[in-house]
């Protein structure tokens, strides 16, 4: 069965600090897509990246970094020189092709709170 | 372009009353999904149709949930008789055909008050 955990509930940390978003998951299949999405206190769900499964080169934009490791089955999110606008919760999800149901499975997310 | 519309984005009703809420899918995309979230179950798939079809209801709570998408560009997610405890952020997304490798878009979601 597929699952993702979230296990930071919630982080603070001081701006212009990096943080990192811890995102484990769990699929039998070889075929898989992983996602990170952004809630910010808005309400709106916004979608970030999509990674799939044969793709683990790590994908870098503007202060966003994503580190996908099939060997631990992790796909970790990296904020650098964090901002008080990043502050949101951070959800992390996955789908499996093999599925064929086109669920999108996710996390119970991580509410990081960046302290000006 | 404009994104996923729901309607309305608060509602505030007495327990009993049926409660209706609309979303307006990105055009082009094939599957609509609608989500219910709380603090403590966190986001929940109630329903997603597939070309207007219902494909999985599943997570539809009980018998009082009912959602129709007659056509391509609406869908209303319906609870009647609404109580307490369904107050929460209900949100719609869309996305096109995948099946299950594209992304989800989001509207702002319905925040649901059941007094």
């Known amino acids: 069965a597929q699952k993702v955990t979230q296990a930071q509930t919630e982080i603070s940390v001081v701006e212009k600090e990096d943080v990192t978003l811890d995102c484990v998951y769990e699929t039998r299949d070889t075929t898989y897509y992983l996602f990170w999405y952004k809630q910010p206190p808005s309400g709106e769900l916004v979608f970030l990246i999509r990674r799939n499964s044969f793709d683990e080169q790590n994908e870098i934009s503007g202060r966003y970094s994503w580190n996908f490791q099939k060997s631990t089955s992790s796909f970790n999110f990296t904020i650098t020189a964090s901002q008080v606008v990043d502050s949101a919760v951070y959800f992390c999800a996955l789908s499996e092709a093999r599925n064929r149901d086109d669920k999108i499975i996710f996390g119970k997310g991580t509410r990081l709170h960046i302290l000006p | 372009d404009a994104g996923v519309i729901q309607s309305p984005r608060h509602e505030v009703t007495e327990m009993g009353q049926e409660v209706t809420l609309r979303c307006k899918p990105i055009?082009?995309?094939?599957?609509l999904f609608w989500y219910r979230q709380t603090m403590m179950r966190g986001l929940e798939l109630l329903i997603y149709f597939n070309n207007n079809v219902p494909i999985d209801d599943s997570g539809m709570p009980e018998d009082r949930f009912s959602a129709k998408m007659p056509n391509a560009s609406f869908s209303t997610l319906k609870i009647q008789p609404s109580e307490p405890r369904d107050s929460a952020v209900y949100f719609c997304a869309s996305s096109l055909p995948g099946p299950s490798n594209q992304p989800q878009h989001f509207g702002d979601g319905t925040r649901l008050s059941i007094l």
């Open positions: 055009s082009g995309h094939d599957y």
